[in-house]
């Protein structure tokens, strides 16, 4: 974990990562945190995150490219793991709301992976 991104003890993922918040997990390693979302809009919906607090995918810095590059070189198994179907008949969508502008709710890096069947309840 980057020690540059101390744990929020105000942060909701944050808490879930702490087991201070329990959720239903996708994966978990000594960096990664990956959990279903609990209003999810398709049958497949769940989130990654990097354990270490990045608010933003806006204050991503060089030394948190480790990370991120294992979270999205697993991103794939995790998706058929949990139910999308192959690519290219199948496949999934990756989301990264960032800021106030880009509909960011928890202020800690988080990507979503949506997939399955459609249709979808949004997106």
Same mark, same amino acid.
């Not at 390693?29 to 769940?46: E, G, K, N, R, T």
């Given at each position: ?19 201070? *918040? &329990?959720?239903?997990? $996708?994966?978990? /390693?000594? /960096?990664?945190?990956?959990?279903? /979302? ?5 049958? $497949? @919906?769940?989130?990654?995150? &990097? ?10 810095? %060089? ?7 294992? *979270? ?9 793991? %949990? ?16 800021? %106030? /502008?880009? @509909?960011? %709710?928890?202020? @800690?890096?988080?990507? @979503? $992976? *949506?997939?399955? &069947? ?6």
């Amino acid at each position: 974990m980057n020690a540059s991104h101390a744990q929020d003890s105000s942060c909701l993922f944050c808490k879930i990562v702490g087991g201070q *918040i &329990p959720s239903r997990k $996708v994966y978990e /390693d000594s /960096d990664i945190l990956a959990f279903h /979302d609990i209003q999810p809009w398709a049958p $497949v @919906h769940f989130l990654v995150i &990097p354990k270490a607090h990045i608010p933003s995918m806006a204050q991503l810095a %060089e030394a948190d490219a480790p990370v991120m590059g294992r *979270i999205m070189s697993l991103i794939p198994r995790l998706a058929l793991q %949990e139910g999308a179907r192959p690519y290219p008949q199948g496949g999934f969508r990756v989301v990264i709301n960032t800021g %106030e /502008d880009g @509909h960011q %709710e928890v202020h @800690h890096l988080h990507i @979503h $992976v *949506i997939g399955g &069947p459609r249709p979808w309840v949004r997106g």
